[in-house]
């Protein structure tokens, strides 16, 4: 049973369609990369995929089934907007959650310290929000969104505000979480932890979908464009290769775009007959550069 599956999903707002026509199987163990442009659908999306708004066409589906206070349980949500209330204390608030959520209190107990201990920050357990650095507010956030121990997760821009140490913490716990079998929606700009941490991807523009698949077939399937090169000496001449785009020399290594991929065999020539060549890597395109190429131009923001 696919434990998360938006089926032909349309929603529009007046005659405006903010998601057209789009399917997304989410499996057990999988972390699913929700991308595209500002204003591309993905909020929408996820807002159907927690039951908070109603697809026009098209179905939803948690393990098989419509939405119910049931499925509700089931869902984790970490949204971009964090919204913990600055005068309550860390414990109380997070307690709140996991009780609505359907958890007993002394359950939730164990649960919120044991994250807590995960996050290496037992101490704010009796701490107000508002004593908290954001990045550590960002912690107890992800917490409130999985202390139900729910198999479907929805996060939006997890990492946003966080230091690299605490980036590195929250992705470690995000796989461990995939490890255990949970279901992740993931949405983010950043395309660097999307390659790292996601198997397949959908990517919207303007409401509809532009690339969707295994994120190593996309990969695959662009044309490789870049080229690194190190030499022992510099080389002349690289510019003027026919089917060569531009040429950026820098201190220890220099990078070829090329218009045309078959063009790399001739900078290797080039090079070899000038210098000793230390290493030449016909490069795949990062999904940064896919992302660019794929939306037009309207690159990810931060
Ligand atoms: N409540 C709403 N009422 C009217 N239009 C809306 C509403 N919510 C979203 N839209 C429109 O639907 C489209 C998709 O918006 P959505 O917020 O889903 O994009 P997004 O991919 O999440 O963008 P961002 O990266 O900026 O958050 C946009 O054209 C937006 O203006």
């Not at 990369?33 to 066409?57: C, F, S, V, W, Y």
């Not at 980036?167 to 079998?181: A, C, F, Y």
């Not at 990517?203 to 994120?215: E, F, I």
């Amino acid at each position: 049973m696919i434990p998360l599956k938006i089926d032909h999903v349309t929603k529009r707002y007046g005659g405006n369609v903010a998601v057209n026509e789009i399917d997304i199987e989410v499996r057990p163990g999988e972390i699913f990369g929700l991308l595209g442009a500002n204003g591309a659908g993905k909020t929408t999306t996820m807002r159907m995929a927690l039951g908070l708004i109603l697809p026009d066409e098209g179905s939803i589906y948690w393990k098989g089934k419509g939405y119910s206070d049931e499925v509700r349980r089931w869902i984790g949500y970490l949204p971009e907007e964090r919204g913990l209330y600055p005068k309550v204390k860390v414990s109380e608030q997070v307690l709140y959650l996991a009780e609505l959520r359907g958890m007993k209190r002394s359950k939730a107990e164990q649960s919120l310290r044991n994250w807590l201990e995960r996050f290496e920050v037992p101490e704010y357990y009796n701490k107000k929000v508002e004593e908290l650095s954001k990045g550590n507010q960002q912690k107890i956030q992800f917490i409130s969104a999985v202390i139900h121990d729910p198999d479907i997760l929805i996060l939006d821009e997890a990492f946003s505000g966080l230091d690299p140490v605490n980036v590195e913490l929250l992705k470690t716990n995000v796989t461990e979480l995939r490890r255990e079998g949970k279901t992740i929606l993931f949405s983010s700009h950043r395309m660097d932890h999307v390659e790292e941490l996601c198997e397949n991807i959908i990517m919207l523009h303007r409401s509809n979908t532009v690339l969707k698949g295994n994120l190593r077939a996309i990969k695959r399937s662009f044309p490789r464009e870049r080229v690194l090169l190190e030499t022992e000496r510099g080389v002349q001449g690289l510019e003027s290769i026919p089917g060569v785009r531009s040429v950026k020399t820098g201190e220890a290594r220099t990078e070829i775009m090329l218009d045309k991929p078959d063009a790399a065999q001739e900078v290797l020539h080039t090079a070899m007959s000038q210098t000793e060549v230390y290493r030449f890597q016909i490069m795949e395109p990062t999904l940064n550069e896919i992302f660019i190429k794929t939306v037009g131009g309207q690159g990810p923001h931060e």
